[in-house]
């Protein structure tokens, strides 16, 4: 790809896709034309409140008049490691092996350059992917590559991987066994992987494992970086609120340079944060909400004649009509209902649309009565 230039400086905005939601538009304003209006289900962005101990954790560090560091407060690293050795299982990670982050797209889409991965660098992302991947790659000067086995990419000796398990769109969920043959042949050849686990809190039909789990890594994290965020499972997507979790040598690695650039989390999210991650009721609450918001929905959509593939875990049901997906969104929008189509994913994702869960529960009742018509 070629990369224009503007009075002598690289224009990085020359070398990105066009961002996917523009090119939908008009078919958005067709399904906000329903007489009942539109059911938005093409974006996964929360809709249900942010729990009242988590608003007075808020409110309750917006004194401090200081600058917070980068690393986070002590009470939020601990936090971090806690949530995930109880909810996850993860063994072996202390307060060294967390770095709080503002939001995990932004972590994503700058972590190759953060970890000095550049042109001439190869950079795997999934077939079917969210496109911050690539995207990050690309802003890197690394060249992307898809593939969703070790065995497609042969003898070479990519500098990064990324893994997402629930993945953003499918829902597919990578077992045990997978994921230890992905860490083996990573260590191998010196890959670093970062597994984005944003959806690990909302399995529904298959066991979803971190890459930090003992039975992946052996409990050592060498070269592995999990990636995790509050937006899902604690309604915190407003808050831009996330943590790296993993290898303590890349944490210190992308802490150094994070000081520099001043990319640091402010104090009353990090309060926030702490709350949210010493406590589980809320998160056992909100998973409630999407399993019946699921039910609903993936009985009308198969009742309407889709398919629905994967889709074990996360937030998303991954359907076809064995069509164009740019044909099955208009489908939709005429009946007042939006997706997201899977060509936004990648190639692979051509026949595919993803519908979000999250929608209030009116709204997926709307949705369930327009597919049943």
Same mark, same amino acid.
């Given at each position: 790809?070629?990369?224009?230039?503007?009075?002598?400086?690289?224009?990085?905005?020359?070398?990105?896709?066009?961002?996917?939601?523009?090119?939908?538009?008009?078919?958005?304003?067709?399904?906000?034309?329903?007489?009942?209006?539109?059911?938005?289900?093409?974006?996964?962005?929360?809709?249900?409140?942010?729990?009242?101990?988590?608003?007075?954790?808020?409110?309750?560090?917006?004194?401090?008049?200081?600058?917070?560091?980068?690393?986070?407060?002590?009470?939020?690293?601990?936090?971090?490691?806690?949530?995930?050795?109880?909810?996850?299982?993860?063994?072996?990670?202390?307060?060294?092996?967390?770095?709080?982050?503002?939001?995990?797209?932004?972590?994503?889409?700058?972590?190759?350059?953060?970890? *000095?991965?550049? %042109? =001439? @660098?190869?950079?795997? #992302?999934? $077939?079917?992917?969210?496109?911050?991947?690539?995207? !990050?790659?690309?802003?890197?000067?690394?060249?992307?590559?898809?593939?969703?086995?070790?065995?497609?990419?042969?003898?070479?000796?990519?500098?990064?991987?990324?893994?997402?398990?629930?993945?953003?769109?499918?829902?597919?969920?990578?077992?045990?066994?997978?994921?230890?043959?992905?860490?083996?042949?990573?260590?191998?050849?010196?890959?670093?992987?970062?597994?984005?686990?944003?959806?690990?809190?909302?399995?529904?039909?298959?066991?979803?494992?971190?890459?930090?789990?003992?039975?992946?890594?052996?409990?050592?994290?060498?070269?592995?970086?999990?990636?995790?965020?509050?937006?899902?499972?604690?309604?915190?997507?407003?808050?831009?609120? *996330?943590?790296? %979790? =993993? @290898?303590?040598?890349? #944490?210190? $690695?992308?802490?150094?340079?994070?000081?520099?650039? !001043?990319?640091?989390?402010?104090?009353?999210?990090?309060?926030?944060?702490?709350?949210?991650?010493?406590?589980?009721?809320?998160?056992?609450?909100?998973?409630?909400?999407?399993?019946?918001?699921?039910?609903?929905?993936?009985?009308?959509?198969?009742?309407?004649?889709?398919?629905?593939?994967?889709?074990?875990?996360?937030?998303?049901?991954?359907?076809?009509?064995?069509?164009?997906?740019?044909?099955?969104?208009?489908?939709?929008?005429?009946?007042?209902?939006?997706?997201?189509?899977?060509?936004?994913?990648?190639?692979?994702?051509?026949?595919?649309?993803?519908?979000?869960?999250?929608?209030?529960?009116?709204?997926?009742?709307?949705?369930?009565?327009?597919? =049943?018509?």
């Amino acid at each position: 790809m070629t990369v224009e230039r503007t009075a002598g400086r690289r224009r990085l905005s020359s070398v990105l896709p066009d961002f996917p939601w523009d090119t939908i538009a008009d078919i958005k304003a067709l399904a906000a034309s329903h007489a009942d209006g539109i059911v938005d289900l093409s974006v996964g962005t929360p809709v249900d409140p942010v729990d009242p101990l988590i608003r007075e954790a808020l409110a309750g560090a917006s004194e401090f008049p200081g600058y917070p560091t980068t690393i986070g407060t002590p009470e939020l690293r601990t936090a971090a490691a806690g949530a995930l050795s109880r909810r996850y299982g993860v063994t072996g990670l202390g307060p060294s092996g967390i770095l709080p982050v503002i939001g995990t797209k932004e972590a994503i889409a700058s972590v190759c350059s953060t970890l *000095g991965i550049g %042109a =001439g @660098d190869t950079v795997v #992302i999934p $077939e079917v992917a969210y496109p911050t991947y690539e995207v !990050g790659a690309l802003l890197a000067g690394a060249t992307p590559v898809r593939a969703d086995s070790v065995l497609q990419l042969g003898p070479s000796r990519p500098a990064l991987m990324f893994v997402n398990s629930p993945s953003n769109p499918t829902g597919k969920v990578l077992g045990v066994e997978h994921l230890r043959k992905v860490v083996e042949w990573a260590r191998e050849r010196g890959t670093i992987i970062v597994s984005d686990e944003c959806y690990l809190g909302l399995a529904w039909d298959a066991e979803a494992i971190s890459i930090l789990d003992p039975r992946v890594s052996d409990g050592d994290h060498t070269g592995l970086l999990a990636v995790h965020s509050l937006s899902k499972i604690s309604n915190l997507a407003s808050y831009r609120a *996330g943590f790296f %979790a =993993g @290898d303590e040598a890349l #944490i210190a $690695e992308l802490l150094a340079v994070r000081k520099h650039a !001043g990319m640091i989390v402010p104090f009353p999210i990090q309060g926030a944060m702490t709350a949210a991650l010493d406590d589980d009721a809320h998160v056992d609450a909100q998973r409630e909400r999407y399993r019946a918001r699921r039910e609903r929905l993936l009985a009308a959509v198969t009742g309407a004649g889709f398919t629905v593939d994967n889709s074990e875990a996360g937030l998303y049901l991954w359907a076809t009509r064995g069509e164009a997906c740019r044909d099955t969104v208009e489908w939709l929008a005429h009946r007042g209902i939006l997706a997201a189509p899977g060509d936004f994913y990648g190639p692979a994702g051509v026949r595919h649309v993803r519908m979000a869960l999250t929608a209030t529960d009116e709204r997926i009742d709307a949705a369930v009565a327009r597919l =049943g018509a």
